[in-house]
């Protein structure tokens, strides 16, 4: 990927209000897109990621992402935040047959009030 | 499942010294091990990718001679930060790729250790 850009570099948003963290990328070749979230002093975790097939990807806890490839935007959403979902998210591209690298967002952080 | 250790998680050290960082797969055959950097409040820049058995690759503005990369197994590799500087200062993170595996790239990163450098 060209490059992977995160519109908000900061989110703050009150409990149980939804939320959407904007991504989007450029590449000339197919990708595979991710969302990772990092805790404080804490490494990445994988949120979601899309590798084919259903556009819409889902996470375990709430969120969720979809590939929107005409508008080459892979944004992150969720219905209802809680306290716990106060993180930095990173959207990710990898492009196919580049061996797995990983081109990084600058980065979201998300910020949940009571 | 996949689970990546790194250790260890925070050295403080004297300039001029090295400093080792062991990035282990402790579930998983990792075929290939990324190594980034990260400072405060920003992004995750790749520093090198490393293929077990073979030599890493290194990004472009990296230095191989100041960063050492070992890929010796499967499951394990090292960073070694030579003659460290203030400059080195940084939130060193690795991650596993199981890609061949059927986890088709994904990558599963290291909680990150911290070295600080006086």
């Known amino acids: 990927a060209q490059s992977v850009t995160q519109l908000d570099s900061q989110v703050p948003v009150f409990e149980e209000a939804p939320v959407e963290l904007r991504c989007n990328y450029s590449?000339?070749?197919?990708?595979?897109l991710f969302w990772y979230v990092q805790y404080p002093n804490q490494g990445l975790q994988l949120l979601l990621k899309?590798?084919?097939?259903?556009?819409l990807v889902e996470s375990i806890n709430g969120f969720e992402a979809e590939f929107n490839k005409s508008q080459t935007s892979f944004h992150l959403r969720k219905p209802s935040v809680h306290i716990s979902d106060t993180a930095e998210y990173f959207c990710?591209?990898?492009?196919?047959?580049?061996?797995?690298?990983?081109?990084f967002g600058q980065g979201t952080e998300l910020s949940v009030k009571p | 499942g996949a689970v990546v250790s790194q250790h260890p998680s925070w050295v403080i050290c004297k300039s001029g010294t090295s400093v080792k960082i062991e990035c282990r797969s402790l579930?998983?055959?990792?075929?290939?091990m990324f190594w980034y950097r990260q400072f405060p409040k920003q992004s995750l820049m790749l520093m090198a990718t490393?293929?077990?058995?073979?030599?890493?690759?290194?990004e472009q503005g990296v230095e191989k001679d100041k960063f050492l990369i070992n890929h010796a197994s499967l499951t394990l590799s090292t960073l070694t930060v030579t003659s460290a500087h203030p400059e080195d200062s940084s939130f060193y993170i690795c991650?596993?790729?199981?890609?061949?595996?059927?986890?088709?790239?994904?990558?599963?990163f290291g909680p990150g250790t911290r070295l600080t450098v006086l």
């Open positions: 991650s596993a790729s199981t890609l061949g595996q059927g986890i088709t790239d994904t990558q599963y």
């Open positions: 590449s000339s070749v197919s990708v595979y």
């Open positions: 899309y590798l084919s097939g259903s556009t």
């Open positions: 990710a591209v990898s492009e196919h047959n580049q061996g797995g690298k990983l081109i």
């Open positions: 579930d998983f055959q990792a075929t290939t």
């Open positions: 490393s293929n077990e058995g073979s030599k890493a690759t290194y």
